[in-house]
């Protein structure tokens, strides 16, 4: 089992900040693919940000390109989501995944979650 907390979200202006930051406890955190995926009121959960074991390749949403970094320690047992120029329709529950094979943009091929942190983006 690995289990995943987030922390980092609140409310924040249009134009600001905020980093998102999961960290694991159970099984080696290096072996899994981490994701990060969010729900907005009303809206199925989407993709948002995947990176690989330890290569750190990466894969973004088309909507967050060139705004969000996704990052990982694994010595701190810890992926993170740097967000900058954040927008109002950022606003939702962002999840942490965990996959033990590969990285994808498929939630349903992610075999552990977290349980999320709000983000909120005023206008």
């Known amino acids: 089992q690995v289990q995943l907390v987030e922390s980092g979200g609140g409310l924040v202006q249009a134009g600001g900040s905020l980093r998102l930051s999961c960290t694991a406890s159970?099984?080696?955190?290096?072996?899994?693919?981490m994701g990060w995926f969010r729900q907005a009121p009303g809206q199925e959960r989407a993709f948002v940000a995947t990176i690989s074991t330890s290569e750190g390749r990466t894969s973004y949403a088309d909507s967050v390109k060139g705004r969000f970094t996704i990052s990982r320690d694994n010595a701190k047992n810890t992926v993170y989501l740097q967000m900058n120029s954040l927008k109002p329709e950022d606003t939702a529950i962002y999840f942490c995944a965990a996959n033990q094979f590969f990285i994808s943009t498929l939630g349903r091929q992610y075999d552990y979650w977290g349980q999320g942190t709000q983000v909120t983006v005023s206008s």
């Open positions: 159970g099984r080696t955190f290096s072996r899994y693919a």
